[in-house]
């Protein structure tokens, strides 16, 4: 069975902190996302990788950057957490496909995070 | 740039009664087309997928969809609603390895 954990169902942080939020995926899939999930606005992505070591800035990059160290592990930071970045930040891992389409995405459960 | 539309934030239908969301896209190239749930504080769960293998598409939890090239649309239906169907939906559109989702729409299901 697919598996995409991802470290905190829910984390509290104040304003300037910086954050980690860590996914791992169990697939061996070569693409991972991050998502940023708010009301009325979907899902809007915020950096995708397609290899270790590799990341490119999605829509809203802003304020984030990432890291992938190992092919299962994609970790998500706020250099400086800031009242504006409360959300549900959602993971999703894929295969990668030849055909200039792709496989479909998996979900982590999703990580609220409030900035106080 | 690709976008996707869904029509209607909330719908609202009595248990038993069809089911039908709205999502459209614009793409210049035939897409991959995704449908996604998302039951409260979860991760979104994959319903089905079109990939040009057939135009209609049977998915989980008896929905399905049927793929219009001429409307560019992608309407998620279930002849019957359960209580269970309660959650929030997604459509998806995927071009190039990027996954473009609509603004999402929620259902309700009144007994």
């Known amino acids: 069975d697919v598996k995409v954990t991802q470290s905190s169902r829910y984390l509290v942080k104040r304003t300037g902190e910086k954050v980690f939020l860590e996914c791992v995926q169990d697939m061996d899939h070569e693409n991972m996302f991050w998502y940023r999930q708010d009301p009325g606005l979907g899902l809007r992505l915020i950096y995708f990788?397609?290899?270790?070591?590799?990341?490119e800035k999605g829509d809203i990059p802003e304020g984030y950057s990432v890291s992938r160290e190992k092919k299962e592990r994609f970790s998500l930071i706020l250099e400086s957490a800031s009242t504006n970045q409360t959300s549900m930040y959602l993971c999703?891992?894929?295969?990668?496909?030849?055909?200039?389409?792709?496989?479909?995405?998996?979900f982590g459960p999703g990580t609220r995070l409030t900035v106080l | 740039a690709q976008s996707v539309t869904q029509l209607g934030s909330h719908v609202s239908v009595s248990e038993g009664a069809l089911v039908l969301l709205r999502c459209n896209y614009s793409s210049s190239v035939p897409p991959y087309l995704f449908w996604y749930v998302q039951y409260p504080n979860q991760g979104l769960q994959l319903l089905l997928k079109?990939?040009?293998?057939?135009?209609l598409v049977k998915g989980i939890n008896g929905f399905e969809a049927e793929f219009k090239k001429s409307e560019t649309s992608f309407h998620l239906t279930k002849p019957s609603a359960h209580m269970s169907d309660a959650a929030e939906y997604f459509c998806?559109?995927?071009?190039?390895?990027?996954?473009?989702f609509g603004s999402g729409t929620k259902l309700n299901v009144k007994p």
């Open positions: 999703a891992s894929s295969s990668f496909s030849r055909g200039g389409g792709t496989d479909t995405q998996y």
């Open positions: 079109y990939t040009s293998a057939a135009t």
């Open positions: 990788s397609y290899d270790v070591k590799m990341k």
């Open positions: 998806a559109v995927t071009l190039h390895n990027k996954f473009y």
